[in-house]
C-alpha cells in the first residue's frame, strides 16, 4: 500500500517561506513523476510544480522563480521551497505520484498567508 505523507505546512506571513515535503512509502518502485497540486477554497485543484526521476522540472506561471521543486530519489521524497509568499499562494498543498498509469495522492497540509 503506497502512502504519501507531506508536511511543513503551516500560517507564514507575506514574503515568507516554508519548505513542504512528501514522503513516500510502501513502494518497491521508483515514481516516474512526482508533482505539488494546491487547491484554494473556492477553486479547483492546480498543478503548481513537476520534477520527473531525472529531475526535470515544470512549474506553473504564478509560482516560477518564487517557488523550487526538488526530489531524492533514494528516499522517494519529493519537497517545495516556497519563497515570497502571497496570500494568493493560501490552500491546501497536495504531492502526486505517478508510476505508469498508476497515480498516488497525499492527504494535503494547509498553507496560510496572512498578516
Known amino acids: 500500500q503506497v502512502q504519501l505523507v507531506e508536511s511543513g505546512g503551516g500560517l507564514v506571513q507575506p514574503g515568507g517561506s516554508l519548505r513542504l515535503s512528501c514522503a513516500a512509502s510502501?513502494?518497491?518502485?521508483?515514481?516516474?513523476?512526482m508533482d505539488w497540486y494546491r487547491q484554494a477554497p473556492g477553486k479547483q485543484r492546480e498543478l503548481v510544480a513537476t520534477?520527473?526521476?531525472?529531475?526535470?522540472?515544470n512549474y506553473a506561471d504564478s509560482v516560477k522563480a518564487r517557488f523550487a521543486i526538488s526530489r531524492d530519489n533514494a528516499k522517494n521524497t519529493v519537497y517545495l521551497q516556497m519563497n515570497s509568499l502571497e496570500p494568493e499562494d493560501t490552500a491546501v498543498y497536495y504531492c502526486?505520484?505517478?508510476?505508469?498509469?498508476?497515480?498516488?495522492w497525499g492527504q494535503g497540509t494547509q498553507v496560510t498567508v496572512s498578516s
Open positions: 502526486r505520484a505517478a508510476y505508469g498509469l498508476s497515480y498516488f
Open positions: 520534477i520527473t526521476w531525472g529531475g526535470r522540472t
Open positions: 510502501g513502494s518497491t518502485f521508483n515514481f516516474n513523476v
